[in-house]
Structures are given as structure tokens and as C-alpha cells.
């Protein structure tokens, strides 16, 4: 028996994207973010591959070269009254189908080399209950069927991919700490409680008139 995952490269998780949906209850959690100043710019349906602002930059980067049609969507976004941008901390894919994805049967991701971290951790996935969380494999996963009658032992047999599903995590605690640094040092002035909803159409007017930045620019003081 195959002691690690073999992914079947049937491609289901490239064209449906938010097959690695983290479970979320919008409304509790965007109230909840929102009295923190920090919006979701993604209705639940909308939410996919998560892309962080360096994956973002690579894909952008790659689209423009190629003519692909990518648009992507801010996550999680701050709208800061010293620099009077919309400061964006990372992005959903906006897609149901990869625009990566090759367009023909050979299932090939044109960007494997820098594909994002969360298309490296599928098919794990994070449950969360009663504020428990644990990782799981999706049984939306031909590979993960497959193996369903077969004894494995789960941390070794998913090793690479728990390895990247890990990291994600961490890179998204790196970005709320990095967050939290900047509101504490008075280095960003987040307004707070605005209605979600309006955030997300305020939002758009930031994006329109090129008024946005990567959470990182400030950190690094290089905001224009
Ligand atoms: S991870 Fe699973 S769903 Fe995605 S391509 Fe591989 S086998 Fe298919
Ligand atoms: S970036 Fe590549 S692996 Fe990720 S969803 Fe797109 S085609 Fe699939």
C-alpha cells in the first residue's frame, strides 16, 4: 500500500474552489471582526482558495504575462483612516473554476511551481467545533476515497500536505498578530463597527480609485 497520498489529478478541487472552504459562520464572525475594524470583502459562497498578498503578487504577476483572466477578491481588509487606504491582509481566489488550470484534459496547473499553499494542503482541511479545531481530509476527494478502507496512519500518510495546511495556518496568525502590532503602535486607525455589508461597497470604491495596500507595505513603512 502507498504510505503517503497520491493525489489522482482528476482535478475536482481546481475546479471547484471552494472545496477547501473552512467551515465559517459569516454573520457571528464578521460582526466580531468588524468591531476590530478588520471586514471580510467575500460573501460565504464566494470564499475559495485563500491567496496570501505574496501568492497574490506571483498569480498577478503571471496572469498579466500570460493574459489570464484573474480577479481576485480581498478577504480579510482594514480601512485605515491615517493612510486612507484599504489595507488589505490577504485574498480568496474569486473563481469557481482555477483560471490555472490548463484548459484542456491534462489537468495541469500552469502555476505548480508557486501554486498556493492552500492548493498544497488540499485534500486536508480544517474543522472547527465548539472552538476545537482538527484537520480532516475531505471526502470530496477521489484520492481520499480511495484509500477509505485502507488502514493509514493519518499525521504520516498526509505528512507533506499537513505540512502545508500547518503553515497556512501560521502565516495567518503572522497576519492578525502583524495587525494587532500596527493598531497597538497607532501605526494604522482601523474604523470600527461600520455594517459589513457597506464595508465590502466602500471597499470597492478603495479598489476603484487604486487606494489600497498589502498589510506588509505598512509594516515595512513603504506605503506611498
Ligand atoms: S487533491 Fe483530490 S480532488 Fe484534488 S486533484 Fe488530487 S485527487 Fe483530485
Ligand atoms: S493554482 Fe493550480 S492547484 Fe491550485 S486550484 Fe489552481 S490549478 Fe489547481
Redesign the pocket.
Known amino acids: 500500500m502507498n504510505k503517503k497520498f497520491e493525489?489522482?489529478?482528476?482535478?475536482?478541487?481546481?475546479k471547484n474552489t471552494n472545496?477547501s472552504n473552512v467551515n465559517i459562520d459569516q454573520k457571528t464572525i464578521g460582526e466580531k471582526l468588524a468591531k476590530k475594524g478588520l471586514y471580510l470583502g467575500a460573501k460565504k459562497s464566494k470564499i475559495g482558495i485563500l491567496l496570501f498578498n505574496d501568492e497574490f503578487k506571483k498569480l498577478r504577476e503571471f496572469a498579466d504575462k500570460y493574459g489570464i483572466d484573474f480577479h481576485p477578491v480581498p478577504l480579510f481588509f482594514v480601512i485605515d483612516r491615517i493612510s486612507e487606504n484599504a489595507i488589505i491582509l490577504c485574498w480568496t481566489l474569486g473563481h469557481k473554476v482555477c483560471p490555472f488550470l490548463k484548459k484542456n484534459d491534462d489537468?495541469i496547473c500552469l502555476v505548480e511551481e508557486f501554486k498556493p499553499l492552500v492548493c498544497r494542503a488540499?485534500?486536508i482541511i480544517k474543522n472547527i467545533k465548539d472552538t476545537k479545531m482538527k484537520y480532516l481530509s475531505s471526502r470530496?476527494?477521489?484520492?481520499?476515497l480511495k484509500t477509505e478502507n485502507q488502514e493509514i496512519d493519518f499525521t504520516s500518510f498526509y505528512e507533506n500536505e499537513l505540512e502545508a495546511a500547518e503553515t497556512v495556518d501560521k502565516k495567518m496568525q503572522e497576519i492578525f498578530n502583524c495587525f494587532s502590532k500596527l493598531k497597538e503602535k497607532n501605526r494604522i486607525d482601523p474604523i470600527c463597527q461600520i455594517n459589513p455589508n457597506d464595508a465590502v461597497k466602500i471597499l470597492g470604491d478603495y479598489l476603484t480609485s487604486g487606494k489600497t495596500c498589502f498589510i506588509e507595505d505598512v509594516e515595512n513603512d513603504s506605503v506611498i
Open positions: 493525489c489522482l489529478r482528476c482535478a475536482l478541487c481546481c472545496f489537468h488540499f485534500p470530496r476527494c477521489p484520492g481520499v
